[in-house]
Nanobody
């Protein structure tokens, strides 16, 4: 069992930066791939990025590539999402998730956090 708690969301102007954190409980954190997903109002949840258990493999959605960076610290049971050059369309609730494989599909992730709101203003 893994419990996930996101933090770091907030209100930021377009072009600004935010860093999200996702703290995990449980001893098996380092064995899980960790992903970030987001859901904007009226839209379906979408993949943002994922990182393998070792941190050696990452995938990004085209919409965030070059602006967002995922990283993890297995000693701290935490995964991060550094978001730079934020755009209005990045506004969403951001969720972290843990799963057995490094994949873009949300269906493969077993554990989910409660989400943190990111709002980008003009």
């Amino acid at each position: 069992q893994v419990q996930l708690v996101e933090s770091g969301g907030g209100l930021v102007q377009a072009g600004g930066s935010l860093r999200l954190s996702c703290a995990a409980s449980g001893r098996s954190f380092s064995t899980y791939a960790m992903g970030w997903f987001r859901q904007a109002p009226g839209k379906e949840r979408e993949f943002v990025t994922t990182v393998s258990w070792s941190g050696g493999t990452t995938y990004y959605a085209d919409s965030v590539k070059g602006r967002f960076t995922i990283s993890r610290d297995n000693a701290k049971n935490t995964v991060y999402l550094q978001m730079n050059s934020l755009k209005l369309e990045d506004t969403a609730v951001y969720y972290c998730a843990a799963g057995p494989i490094t994949i873009r599909s949300a269906n493969e992730y077993r554990y989910w956090g409660q989400g943190t709101q990111v709002t980008v203003s003009s």
